[in-house]
C-alpha cells in the first residue's frame, strides 16, 4: 500500500481530532449567542438591539461551524455530530443582574471569553497543520485567524467602553 502522508486528502489524526473540536466549538458559540439573543428579549430594555446583535454573532459561528464540516466532508472525513452541554445556568442571572444595573459589560466579557477560547483553538490548529504539512487547512484557517481577530477586537471593544 503506498504512503499518502503528503497528499492533498490526508489529514493526520491530531489536526482531525482538533477540527471536530474546533467544530463543537462553534456549534457550542452558536447556542451561547442564540440564548444571550432570547435572554435578552426576555430581561433587557433595549432588547430588540441586542436581540439582532447576538443572533448575527450566532449565525456566525454556525457558519464557521459549516465551513469546518465542509472542509473534512471534502476529503470524506466524518465531522461526527457533537452531544452539546447545557448552556449554564448563570447566564440567565447574568441577564437579570443587566437588566437591573443596565450594565451590559458583563454579558460582552462572557462573548469576549467566548471568543478568546475559540482563537487559542484556532491558532492550536494552525500549528498543528503546519508542523504537519497540511496545506489543505492552510487557507480556511487564516481566514478563521482573521475573523477571530475582528470578533475579539470587536469585543473587546464593547467590554472597555461599557465599562468606562
Request: no cysteine; charged share 40%.
Given at each position: 500500500m503506498a504512503d499518502d502522508s503528503s497528499s492533498m486528502l490526508h489529514m493526520p489524526d491530531s489536526l482531525?481530532?482538533?477540527?471536530?473540536?474546533?467544530?463543537?466549538?462553534?456549534?457550542?458559540?452558536?447556542?451561547?449567542?442564540?440564548?444571550?439573543?432570547?435572554?435578552?428579549?426576555?430581561?433587557?430594555?433595549?432588547?430588540?438591539?441586542?436581540?439582532?446583535?447576538?443572533?448575527?454573532?450566532?449565525?456566525?459561528?454556525?457558519?464557521?461551524?459549516?465551513?469546518?464540516?465542509?472542509?473534512?466532508?471534502?476529503?470524506?472525513?466524518?465531522?461526527?455530530?457533537?452531544?452539546?452541554?447545557?448552556?449554564?445556568?448563570?447566564?440567565?442571572?447574568?441577564?437579570?443582574?443587566?437588566?437591573?444595573?443596565?450594565?451590559?459589560?458583563p454579558l460582552f466579557a462572557k462573548a469576549y471569553e467566548q471568543e478568546k477560547e475559540l482563537s487559542e483553538k484556532i491558532n492550536d490548529i494552525a500549528s498543528d497543520a503546519e508542523q504537519n504539512n497540511n496545506f489543505y487547512s492552510h487557507t480556511l484557517i487564516e481566514d478563521f485567524q482573521t475573523e477571530q481577530i475582528e470578533e475579539e477586537g470587536k469585543f473587546k471593544e464593547l467590554v472597555e467602553k461599557r465599562s468606562e
Open positions: 482531525i481530532i482538533k477540527f471536530r473540536e474546533q467544530y463543537e466549538m462553534e456549534l457550542r458559540g452558536a447556542r451561547l449567542y442564540e440564548r444571550m439573543s432570547q435572554l435578552s428579549r426576555l430581561h433587557l430594555e433595549e432588547s430588540d438591539r441586542m436581540v439582532e446583535f447576538f443572533k448575527e454573532q450566532a449565525q456566525e459561528e454556525r457558519e464557521h461551524a459549516q465551513k469546518i464540516a465542509n472542509h473534512l466532508l471534502k476529503i470524506k472525513i466524518d465531522p461526527e455530530s457533537p452531544r452539546l452541554d447545557p448552556i449554564e445556568d448563570s447566564l440567565e442571572e447574568l441577564f437579570k443582574k443587566a437588566a437591573k444595573t443596565f450594565d451590559y459589560s
